[in-house]
């Protein structure tokens, strides 16, 4: 073999792909852009981020649930064309992917919230914003009359006014989705943050002061930004009477009473498209249905509520079965790959979001991590049709049942 062969063989030549940061050229799966937000995000952080409830069953059950399902492709078609485009609860979006409402955004990265909604505009997917992000629903929609991009997450509080208020202003920005979280009567039992004292925005304890000296560049980046608050509660004009900033002061203003008498009233305050969140079975989206709501989000919280609750994805099937082809279903908590997307989508979901995976993206390197995020999963989602061979979304979703089988696993 000559030098010159051997040269070219392991690459020296190869020229990096300019297109792709240098901090992200050697990022190719979600699990690489955890490694690398670890790398950056001080050790209580990280067990915010990556945290679950009490024991964490259901933390790692939701990926490993996604292991009980196998394959089986169709032979011989042609994929050298795939549409990955997807109708979604009246918007049509690029990928049947979305990134899911998440807390304290700008504690991974000063950017935040806005970084995040940038990503998610520039490749044509739904974000969520969260009652409880740092970023507040009017930053994000300024100058814009409409906001295919920017769903609202709200959580229903004791007082009711806030809880309105902040339904007339996702409307007034645009807002085409409400999505109603039912699963937080109560905060989880986050033993993580717990033992960190986490709290927002971070108080200066031992801990902490030893994380400064681990982390100095993560640090400094945050002393140098606004403090961090809850700017859309912060943002109400009824939010004169809340007093408190941390974790355990905004979890108690959650309402544990809330009812299906209080979706009957969301679904008639709000104009457009609303959506449950939570685990539900087939019984409750069919009630849920019944009540006007257009969705059903699958989700277990990404495993930060109720511990030992069932993957979502093993609930996609009975959900599908009980409201039929006209409600749209969207599934979280556990996805971390395209090929984990295309089991949601041939189960019979209509999207599927992520959460951590963005996370881990902002913390590793902003809006173009996240946007690196989201070329991945699309790639990988790509890739996977071709090789089901099936060349769209609605050719996956219709032919599921003969693509896709489940061959057991935790549940």
Known sequence: ???????????????????????????????????????????????????????????????????????????????????????????????????????????????????????????????????????????????????????????????????????????????????????????????RDRRNGLSIPPRMTLGTIADIGTKPAYWAQMLTQPALDFSNIRASDRANSFAGGSIADITAQFDPSVSWEDIAILRDLWPNKLVLKGTLGAADAARAVSLGVDGIHLSNHGGRQLDRSIAPVHLIREVREAVGNDVSIIVDSGVRSGGDIAVCLALGADAAFVGRPYLWALAAAGQPGVERMITILGDELRRTLQLLGVVSIAELRERGHELVRSVGGPR
């Open 1 to 191: 073999m000559k030098i010159s062969e051997i040269i070219d063989l392991v690459g020296v030549k190869q020229r990096p792909d300019t297109s792709i940061p240098r901090a992200l050229r050697r990022v190719f799966s979600i699990g690489d852009m955890a490694k690398l937000a670890h790398k950056k995000l001080p050790r209580s952080i990280v067990d915010y981020l990556d945290g679950g409830a009490d024991d964490e069953t259901s933390l790692a059950g939701n990926p490993q649930a996604f292991g009980g399902y196998r394959f089986t492709p169709a032979a011989l078609n042609d994929v050298q064309s795939v549409d990955l485009s997807a109708s979604l609860l009246g918007e049509d979006y690029a990928l049947p992917l979305g990134l899911a409402p998440t807390g304290y955004t700008r504690m991974m990265a000063a950017s935040g919230e806005g970084a995040v909604h940038s990503a998610a505009r520039a490749h044509n997917v739904p974000y969520v914003l969260s009652t409880m992000g740092t970023t507040s629903l009017e930053e994000l929609a300024i100058g814009r009359p409409t906001n295919p991009n920017l769903w609202f997450q709200l959580y229903v509080m004791r007082n009711r006014d806030i809880t309105y208020d902040m339904v007339r202003r996702a409307a007034e920005v645009g807002s085409p989705v409400l999505e109603v979280a039912i699963d937080t009567a109560v905060s989880g039992n986050r033993l």
